[in-house]
């Protein structure tokens, strides 16, 4: 018999996935642990092995296709056998995920809707996954049209294929919407991509105005396109976040200038006496993410997230760290940074980053992060206000460390002057808290020894 090849489950965040590449053909011969097919989640990209051994029957699937976790995408067995779809694979879409629901909504569509006698007096069947998705989405299964178990059970596919007839809508909208009983379908939204925004959503309660024109929409000058990036895998990932990160956030920038010489000569210190027994010169980076979590335990109003009716403290300080690939931005993440020695910190740090940049990156390396820590120093930047990195509660963007001819003691001298950028979100951290984070970094980054008083 015939054994299913499927996407497994890679993290608990990932829900579908991109196949990038076969790596075998059709009809070939595998053995048990060969790498198949690589596939693409928002994070990196992961070659996905052979589950037994024998001739291997791709069904119709192809490189572009998003398909959910734990599709069945081939069959590996005997030369003859034949990949047959089955009711409960997912079908193979083209393109980005909202298309891959519409096909599941057709699917679905054709199917009639159980009676409340058929679901047991108005109970709903749903298997575990279909229930956590639509927990976790807010969706109503009695709304949920089901395909499984012969038109009675709700499965996970169904709710992506109902998820996927709805609008796009910010966070901050559809829990507004929600409340409000309003149906996201009957909205227009005026966001990137015509996303539902808090505006929209605000508009559709007010009392109907006077018609208005139509905004005209914007028509791009014929020019000449050197190339078209597709805005899919990380790149379009990356794209939403930070578009849902400034339109939902309040944003605010503070920025420090700190006399960072004691804190250059304690690198080049440590530098020249650990490099040979570690194997690696710490760096900035790694001396700042210390501090940086030094400050998150003494200030845990910063190490937080916001939720649909709450702020929540958190207890792990986990650090972001962000790290520019061939693939675009990836934000590794070190666990308990603050339990972590300097050593400890550093080697996991450049684990982590060496598997991103080659797109080897587990699942869990880029998750999970509470504050996350950008640098752009090395690129002879000064100062800059990055984007928070949700549902982070604050962003710390790190320059170039520059000497600079300043005024100490009545005399004019040259000190290495560092500048961070401290973007937090006001809804969850008011302007003077957040400022006496930063404060404190600045006197851990002018006198390094107060780390021994930690």
Do not use: C
Not at 204 to 218: E, F, G, I, N, Y
Not at 235 to 244: C, F, L, N, Q, Y
């Amino acid at each position: 018999m015939a054994e299913e090849f499927f996407i497994p489950q890679l993290g608990q965040t990932v829900e579908e996935v991109t196949l990038m590449e076969w790596l075998v053909e059709d009809g070939s011969k595998v053995e048990h642990g060969d790498s198949i097919v690589e596939v693409e989640t928002d994070k990196a990209v992961f070659p996905v092995e052979a589950n037994a051994s024998g001739t291997l029957h791709i069904g119709p699937y192809q490189a572009g296709d998003t398909v959910p976790v734990l599709a069945v995408v081939a069959i590996i067995g005997k030369p003859d056998d034949k990949f047959e779809v089955k009711e409960a694979a997912a079908p193979p879409v083209t393109g980005a995920p909202a298309e891959a629901a519409a096909v599941a909504a057709e699917v679905a569509a054709s199917r009639p809707a159980p009676s409340l006698a058929e679901q047991g007096e108005g109970r709903v069947f749903a298997s575990p996954r279909a229930r956590l998705l639509a927990a976790e989405r807010g969706v109503d299964l009695s709304q949920v049209v089901p395909t499984g178990g012969g038109g009675v059970r709700v499965a996970e596919r169904d709710v992506i294929a109902y998820l996927g007839q709805m609008p796009k809508a910010t966070p901050v909208a559809q829990r507004m919407a929600a409340e409000a009983g309003l149906d996201l379908r009957q909205l227009t939204g005026t966001g990137p991509g015509g996303k539902i925004t808090k505006e929209d959503v605000e508009r559709s309660m007010r009392p109907a105005a006077a018609p208005t024109l139509a905004p005209t929409p914007v028509v791009l000058p014929q020019v000449e396109v050197l190339e078209r990036v597709p805005l899919k895998g990380v790149k379009g990932i990356v794209a939403e976040r930070m578009a849902t990160s400034v339109h939902t956030t309040a944003g605010v920038t503070l920025m420090m200038e700190m006399d960072a010489t004691q804190f250059v000569d304690m690198r080049e210190r440590l530098k020249g006496q650990v490099e040979e027994e570690w194997g690696f010169a710490p760096g900035y980076n790694d001396l700042l993410a210390k501090i940086v979590a030094n400050a998150l335990r003494k200030f845990p109003y910063v190490n937080a997230r916001l939720t649909a009716d709450a702020i929540e403290y958190l207890a792990p300080i986990n650090i972001g760290m962000a790290v520019d690939t061939e693939r675009g931005l990836l934000v590794p993440v070190i666990r308990d940074a603050d339990r972590k020695s300097l050593r400890e910190f550093g080697t996991e740090f450049r684990q982590l980053v060496e598997r991103a940049r080659q797109g080897r990156a587990l699942p869990d390396d880029l998750s999970g992060g509470t504050f996350t820590i950008t640098n752009l120093g090395m690129y002879d930047v000064d100062a800059f206000t990055p984007v928070i990195n949700l549902p982070e509660a604050a962003i710390l963007g790190a320059g170039r460390i520059t000497p600079k001819v300043v005024a100490r003691e009545g005399e004019m001298v040259i000190r290495q002057m560092w500048t961070l950028s401290l973007v937090h979100d006001h809804r969850l951290v008011d302007g003077a808290p957040a400022a006496r984070f930063l404060q404190y970094i600045k006197s851990l980054v002018e006198e390094p020894y107060l780390w021994l008083t930690q």
